[in-house]
């Protein structure tokens, strides 16, 4: 029984070194990292949300916001703010599991967790050069827009994937699932 502890924690180890693993940092990391790109020219692009249930439009998404510069950060809302903007029945996916799916995709070049409702103190620390947001948002309406500019950034608007969105896909299982 105890050689079986010693050989998940071994394959536990080997799992948090991998490449993808590595993109996780927390946002005073990400601070520092963003200053030593900024001083090799590099574009930094930030985007954030909630990605409780990665699909395709998010995908589609984040490829559209790697195009935009050098770098890509996606700042994704913990678990207690999700709950705050979303409900109490949300997320369904644990912030560190939500983290690591997004670390796995190619175009994303860092993640990072921040527990307010929204992204102004993270876009405050990092100052990025672009900051991205899906096209259903219009831009007298995103709050982060000010924070951005006075730091010399830039809001850019991604045209919507139509057709894709997590609260939709929830609502389609729960259809197809009732009774069951």
Known sequence: MEKQKIKTIDVLEKQSFSGHRKKIVFSSELKNIVEDLKKENKVVVT???????????????????????????????????TKQIKGQKRPLNHENDRAEALASLECVDYVTIFSENNPIKFLEEIKPNIHAKGGDYKMDQIIEKDTVEKNNG????????????????????????KGN
């Open 47 to 81: 985007t954030n949300g909630v990605f409780d249930i990665l699909h395709i439009g998010h995908i589609r998404y984040l490829k559209e916001a790697k195009k935009l510069g050098d770098v890509l950060i996606v700042a994704i809302n913990s678990n207690l703010s």
């Open 154 to 177: 830039k809001i850019i608007l991604i045209p919507e994937v139509k057709g894709y969105s997590t609260t939709d896909l929830i609502k389609k299982i729960i259809e197809l699932h």
